[in-house]
């Protein structure tokens, strides 16, 4: 180990190419480590596409969200591994089977584990008809967490709702947007066009899992009555997830399912749009809010934590009261072009400040702290 380098060893149940929030943050992670002089290795679960190959792990679908995988390895497996690799530090950045193996195999071998909160697991067992889960799952999260040594949580709210119980040793490591890459000089004219929208033609735009989390339906039901009266407004809903068969058939009303969409696709997809809806209430951060705001668009969601850090109120967008009905605001703002330019500029001002480097910077302090701790800030 020298001053400078670490040898840092991930371990996470998803990761690029899969293409979600935590993927994407741990993604840009890892390319910033590793550009900063310090040996990244990852263990992950191997997806169905892929061959073997080192660090990956077999892996078996969630019985009730099939799109996830678990990763499946002992704790003796992952001993070996970071034994033979000479990691100085584990990062462990979700809660399954193969996040638990590897505290408990850092824990043996006297390696400094930091985990990190990216989803609100214990809130999602209702949404899928296990409330009995969710208390469990609460205890399990919490356990698991303050085995390791630090827990990074993304928002202010998070690490608030989550010391209230019971959790220990928790810091902030907030996210970034890439400027460049969402901007709203990629609108796309021709990209309207293709869906029968002309100028005077709105194009709301939903972005994240279709699954039942993501509290969809006040936003399906307020479109629904917004284009009673205004029939030239199109819906689309950039993800995937168990829910898509479900919405893929509901085109005829103007709802239009693309699936999943990255690079510049998504970046146009963004600036092409007049609204950004976000519904969704289980949310610890909201990484598509932030790359929306980047684009230049305003925001309609709920004011719920994790999203309500990065949305004020009639500065940005507009939040409603959690449970209220969508309609009226929908029709507000696609009414007032004025608005919807005033909370998009303020947005596009707000996502300039919010930097990768800065948080990337936050973990490798994080990580440095645990390694050399008489180095730590005051």
């Known amino acids: 180990m020298t001053e400078t380098a670490m040898r840092i060893t991930l371990v996470t149940e998803t990761y690029p190419p899969e293409i979600n929030g935590v ?69 462990v950045a979700t809660e399954g089977p193969l996040g638990l193996a590897a505290l408990i195999a850092a824990r043996r071998l006297h390696i400094p584990a930091v985990t990190s909160f990216h989803t609100n697991f214990d809130q999602y067992a209702a949404h899928y008809g296990l409330p009995l889960l969710g208390h469990g799952a609460r205890i399990y999260l919490r356990a698991f967490h303050n085995a390791g ?6 928002s202010q709210s998070t690490l608030d709702r989550l010391q209230a119980q019971g959790f220990q040793q928790l810091r902030r490591w907030g ?38 989390e993501k509290n969809l339906t006040p936003l399906i039901t307020g479109f629904r009555a917004l284009r009673r009266s205004c029939r030239t407004t199109v819906l689309v809903l950039v993800g995937d997830g168990p829910l898509r068969p479900e919405f893929s058939r509901l085109s005829h009303e103007g709802i239009l399912c693309v699936g999943m969409q990255q690079g510049m696709d998504l970046a146009r997809w963004y600036a092409s749009a007049d609204l950004f809806c976000f519904p969704s209430c289980s949310e610890t951060f909201g990484n598509v809010v932030l790359e929306a705001e980047a684009s230049g668009l305003p925001i309609l969601a709920y004011d719920c934590p994790g999203v309500n850090e990065q949305v004020d109120d009639a500065v940005h967008g507009l939040l409603l009261p959690p449970g209220s009905d969508w309609t009226a605001m929908l029709q507000l703002l696609c009414k007032d072009s004025g608005l919807r330019h005033t909370f998009g500029a303020t947005g596009r001002l707000r996502a300039e400040s919010q930097s990768w480097t800065h948080s990337f910077d936050m973990l490798e302090a994080a990580y440095r702290e645990q390694l050399w701790p008489k180095f730590s800030p005051p």
Not at 149 to 154: A, D, G, I, N, Q
Not at 190 to 203: D, I
């Open 23 to 91: 993927a994407i943050t741990l993604g840009r992670a890892v390319e910033a480590l590793r550009a900063r002089g310090h040996d990244v290795t990852l263990i992950r679960p191997r997806q169905a596409e892929e061959s073997p190959s080192p660090g990956l792990m077999s892996a078996l679908p969630l019985f009730f969200y099939r799109q996830v995988r678990l990763g499946c390895a002992t704790p003796t497996t992952l001993q070996r591994w970071l034994r033979d690799w000479g990691s100085e530090i584990v990062h």
């Open 149 to 154: 040594k630090l827990t990074l949580v993304p």
């Open 175 to 212: 996210r970034g947007v890439d400027t460049v890459r969402f901007h709203p000089q990629w609108r796309d004219d021709s990209l309207r066009e293709s869906l029968g929208l002309g100028p005077e033609g709105r194009l709301l735009l939903y972005v994240g899992r279709l699954a039942p």
